[in-house]
């Protein structure tokens, strides 16, 4: 189907998908650009797919599929983009129903207020790489469903699921025997920890002031990257990714 | 001094420093918002200080210093800064002298076309957290004098030395004994590498293609980073904190 005018109402619908607010009344997202678009066709979540009319050659071997195809003018992909530079392709894709926390498995991070979607999605996708197996946000953090978020994420919202809630203390309190992990000053050397059997959970914190006081008391273990430099501090997706990978090294 | 005026020569040089072509014509860099230009003044790194004359209290402690402070209207400031939100105050300084490759130390990161500013400035800010002592960057990489880079390092430039070249393999030819340690989807498991003695060099690629041929062909070590889930990759960033922080763990 053809849609030509800025003026279509579902045009007007997909464009507010930009915004929290759109996503949550709609309960849908965009996955933009050839990459995240690819991605959620192969993984059956696209409900529709939006591509430039103008670049129909270039994506031919998307347009073969059950999910209806929409083929429009640039000017009018751009009013649904986020991206400065659109690659002319999108898909519409159904926010996946919440699942039990008890069912997103025994690796998880979970986030505390982590503000920059650009660090959430990069703790998303590295989660993905070393094989963590849900993420949990409080609703301090940024929209896992952003466009910028879902960019960084490079496709982990297809296959590690999301979990959000109020406030991780409440939400994560019914998990009895999981290791809290939590990054602290004061703590002792995370390379030098006892060994975390069983099930864990990496607390990450907000990018300027750490963990807030009722998700550092959760705390089983109290952990600090060792900084041999000048520097104070990491990057909050860089801490996540040097526990997550210490993890794998260290447990599988 | 008061400054208030948009025609003010000064304004227009310093403005020009957000581009890469101001700064290699006037050989200096602007330090944005309180970290920043805090830790330029504390470095002596300093050159001059600009501040919001409305925020002249909240920024006090500064002001008092050998540094020439000029006061500025919020809109002729904002015509200096590159930050949305600016803080109200920033350092105006000179570009360091490039160091020889040799006085770096040997524990090196080096950059093939690693373009985003964020990702830059982020393994920059690592370098300094993990005691890393060099910063080797070709001209395909992004320029971490950009307020971008710059605000994702956290201060690093005031200690972590960079080295700008138009190639990596002729650049780092002259280390003899360097160990040079490559990303590769075909190496061995990172965690199992065989211990690495002396001098290291982590040799980090573009956020797309990886590492160039001619840089490739460099590695000593050719390893990968296990990623059991179903990612392909990672960030370059995260992927070079991990091997930071491993060599941390393992050699000290």
Redesign the interface.
Known sequence: MRLSSLQNPQIKAWAALRTASGRRQQGLFLAEGEHLAGEALQAGAAQALLVDEERQEQYEKYLNTPVPVYLMPPHVLQKVCDAKTPQGILAVCPIPAQQELGSLGGRLVALNGVQDP?NAG?IW????????TGLVMDEKSADPFSPKALR?S???VF??PVYRCASLAAALAPLAGCAFLAGDLQGEDF?ARAPVQGDLCLLIGNEGQGLDEETQAMATHRLK???????????A??AA??MM??V??RN?
Do not use: Q, W
């Not at 996708?125 to 963590?132: H, V, W, Y």
């Open positions: 650009g990069t996708r590295t989660m993905d790489a070393a094989g963590f960084a490079m496709g982990a296959r590690v390379f990257l060792p900084m041999p430099g000048g520097a104070e501090s990491l990057n997706a860089v990714a040097i990978y210490d794998v090294r599988g």
